[in-house]
C-alpha cells in the first residue's frame, strides 16, 4: 500500500454573494451601504440577518485522500466545484472550512501559457514561465535544450511569441509544464486547447508522470482521455463528491447526470427566435438510451412544443467538437420530404443510418427549430454528449490515431492490378464490413 | 507510516521550517520514488488562515528569481515597438524639466527663490526621484490588476509582483539620471562626497513607494477606482513636495506637517547632495521613518489582503 500524499478533510470553499460584501460593489456604494448600515444601527434597526443565499457554496464538505502514484480523474459538470478543489490545493485561494494536506512539491497547471508575454521571444517566454511555474533558472537552463526539442519550435525560439500560431504558442507552453518535475501533478482542462496532436501528447504525458510513480489530479470533461488515464475517478456535482470509485462505474453517471441536465432546455434562456416552437428536451444515446459509443447505432431524440399544430417544420442541427465548428449538420428538410404533420407537442427521433463515427471526445450540439422558414427556436451548445470507447469494434483499433470522424468504407483487396473503373465493385468481390 | 502534522497556517514560523523541509525531502524523494522507495516528507497544511499572517519570508526566498525576472520582463517590453526606444526615458524627464524651468523659473520667478542654484538643475535633482517615485506608485498599484490572470491561475507569493513593478521605473531613473550628470557638468557643479549618498536615497524612495504602493495595489484589487484616483492623487501629491520649489518656502509652522510626507526629506536630500549643499538630516530622518513605517503597514495589509486576491480579482 503507498502512503497517502493528499488528505483533504470536510473541505470547503464558499464565495459571498448579496448585499452585504458583493464582489462587485463599487467604492462608493459600498460606503453608503456601511453609512446606511451605521445609521440604521443608530437608529436601533438590527443589521439584516446573514443568511445563507448569501453564500454559494462552490465547495461543500468534501473528503478524499490520494495515494502515491494514483492517477485520479476529477468529473462534474460546469459549477460543479472542480476548479475550486484544484485552486486550494494548489494554494491560489484558501479554504473557508475544513482542510486539505499534501506532502510533496506540487506542480499545478491550471491553464497552459500562464505569463505568457506575446512581445517576448520564446527563450525568454521559456525563463518567464519556467519560473512563475517555480522553476529556478538553473533548473530552467538545465532543461532548456529538453524543453524546446520537445516543443518542436526550434526555428522560431527567438521570435517574439505574439508571431506564434496559437498552437505553438500552446505546445510551447505545454513543453515548458511537461518539464516541471514535481511529485504530485495537478491538472485542468488543458487539453480542451489545441489540436488532436497535441492532446495526444498531453495524455502521454501525463501517462508517464503516473508510470514514474507520481501522483497526478487531473480535471477534464473528456471522458475519453479520463477513461484511458485514470484508474479512479472522483465525480463532484454542487460542491460535493456525489461518486468516487472505478472509471467504469463513475462515468456513466456523469453521462446520466448530462441527460438531467438537457431536460433543462425548457427553462433556459439564452435562446434566439421568436419563440412560436420551442425544443424543451434533447438527448444523445445509443439505441438502449445509454451514452453513445464508436461504431454503434445512435440516435437523437428532441421534444418540442408549437403554436402551429399541424404544419410542417423544420429541425436541424450541428454537432461541434472542441478542435472542429461543424462536425456534421442534418436538417430534417432534407431527410423527410412531403407534407408533414406536426403535432402540437411531440418528439423527432433521428437515427441516423450508419453507427456513430464520431472520435470519442466531447461534442456539444446546437439546435435550431424553423417554423415557415424563420427560426422560432435557436439554442447554441444545447446538449453536451460524449463518446466513448465501446464494447470490443472494428473500431476500437483506432488507438490515437484519431480524427474527428471515423469514415466507414468498402475495401476490397485481391489479386487483380486493374483500375477501379475496369473492375467495379460487386457484392460478392466486396469485403461486407459493417459494424452490426 | 506514520503522519507528521504540522499546523503551519496557524503557527506561521512553522510554515518556514515546513517548506524548507518540504523541498529539500521532494528532491530526494522524486529519485526514491523512481527506486520505489517511498519517503513522501513532510505535510503541508491548507486550511482557512485567520487573524494576523505573518510573511512568509522563506517563500519569498524560494521564489526571489521571479522579482527579477517580472522585472525584467516589463522593461524588455517597455520600448518594444518604439521608434525610440529607450531614448523615451530621457526625454521625457528632459522635456519635462525645460517647460517647467520656463514655466515655474522664469515666468513664476521661481528661481528667484533658489539663490545662486541654476534653476533647471535645482528641478531636475529633485524631478528625478520624483519621477521615480510617481511612477513606481503608479506601476505598484496597478500590478496586481495587470497581472490578474496569473494571480488566479498559478501559486506565487503576491508580494513580489507590485514590487517588481518598480523595475521599470528604476531602469528609466538611471538612464535619466545621465542627463543629471550631463547638466552636472554643463552648470560646472562639483562632484561631493554626499553622491556616496545616492544609492541609500533610491532604496528609501523605494520603500516610501512601496508602502503606499503596496496598500493601492491591496485595495486596487477590490475597487478599480483606484486606478483612477492614484495620478490624480500623484498630481496633488506633487504639488506638496518640494520639487519646483524650495522647502523653505514653506511656512515655518508648516513645516511639521510637510515632513510627514517622506519624498519630502528624500528630495530635499537628493537634492543637496547634487548640488554639494548641505543635507538636512533631521528631516532625512523624519522621512526615513515615515517611509519604514508606511512600508511596514503596506506589508502587512497587502500580507493580510492577499488571502482573498484570488477570489475578489
Known sequence: MNPVVIDVENLGKSYRLGSHFQLDVTLPEMISLKAKQCFNRLRGIKPEPKTDDRHFNALEDVSFQVTQGEVVGIIGHNGAGKSTLLKILSEITDPSSGQAKIRGRVASLLEVGTGFHPELTGRENIYLNGSILGMTRKEIAAKFDDIVTYSGIEKFIDTPVKRYSSGMSVRLAFSIAAHLEPEILVIDEVLAVGDVEFQNRCLGRIQEVANSHRTVLFVSHNMAAVQTLCKRVIMLDHGKIVADGKPEDVIPLYINAGKLQSEDLATRTDRNGNGQAKITGCTITDLEGNQVQLGKPWQINVEYETSHPGDRHEFDFTISSANSPRVCYLSTNMLIDGPQHWPAKGTIAVRPTDPCPFWPQNYTMSTTLKHNGSICDQMNEAVQFSVILGEQNKYNSLGRRASVMVLDAEVRVDESQKSLAENPFTADTTLQNRAA | ?313
Open chain 2, 1 to 313: 507510516m506514520p503522519f507528521v502534522t504540522v499546523m503551519a497556517r496557524e503557527a506561521p514560523v512553522l510554515v518556514v521550517v515546513t517548506w524548507e523541509k518540504t523541498v529539500s525531502a521532494s528532491q530526494t524523494t522524486t529519485q526514491k520514488a523512481i527506486a520505489d522507495e517511498v519517503n513522501p516528507g513532510q505535510w503541508k497544511v491548507l486550511k482557512p488562515r485567520k487573524g494576523l499572517q505573518m510573511i512568509d519570508f522563506a517563500r519569498l526566498w524560494q521564489f526571489r528569481e521571479l522579482l527579477g525576472m517580472l522585472a525584467l520582463r516589463d522593461v524588455k517590453v517597455r520600448y518594444k515597438q518604439t521608434a525610440l526606444g529607450a531614448a523615451w526615458a530621457i526625454i521625457q524627464p528632459v522635456t519635462m524639466m525645460v517647460v517647467m524651468s520656463l514655466f515655474f523659473g522664469r515666468f513664476a520667478k521661481m528661481n528667484e527663490q533658489v539663490g545662486a542654484v541654476p534653476y533647471p538643475i535645482f528641478l531636475y535633482a529633485a524631478l528625478l526621484p520624483w519621477t521615480f517615485f510617481a511612477s513606481s506608485v503608479t506601476a505598484s498599484t496597478n500590478s496586481m490588476v495587470v497581472n490578474s490572470r496569473m494571480l488566479t491561475k498559478i501559486f506565487f507569493p503576491r508580494l513580489i509582483v507590485p514590487f517588481a513593478a518598480t523595475g521599470t521605473p528604476l531602469v528609466d531613473y538611471a538612464m535619466a539620471f545621465i542627463v543629471l550628470l550631463a547638466l552636472m557638468v554643463w552648470y560646472s557643479v562639483s562632484l561631493s562626497w554626499q553622491l556616496l549618498l545616492l544609492p541609500a536615497l533610491v532604496a528609501l524612495t523605494i520603500i516610501s513607494a512601496m508602502g503606499v504602493g503596496l496598500i493601492l495595489a491591496a485595495v486596487t484589487v477590490r475597487f478599480r477606482d483606484f486606478r483612477y484616483l492614484v495620478p490624480f492623487m500623484i498630481q496633488v501629491w506633487f504639488f506638496i513636495t518640494p520639487v519646483i520649489y524650495p522647502n523653505k518656502m514653506v511656512p515655518e509652522n508648516w513645516q511639521w506637517l510637510i515632513q510627514l510626507n517622506p519624498m519630502c526629506g528624500i528630495i530635499e536630500a537628493f537634492r543637496a547632495s547634487v548640488l554639494g549643499t548641505a543635507i538636512n538630516w533631521s528631516s532625512l530622518g523624519m522621512s526615513t521613518v515615515v517611509a519604514v513605517v508606511g512600508m511596514a503597514i503596506g506589508l502587512l495589509y497587502f500580507n493580510q489582503a492577499q488571502r482573498k486576491f484570488a477570489d475578489v480579482i
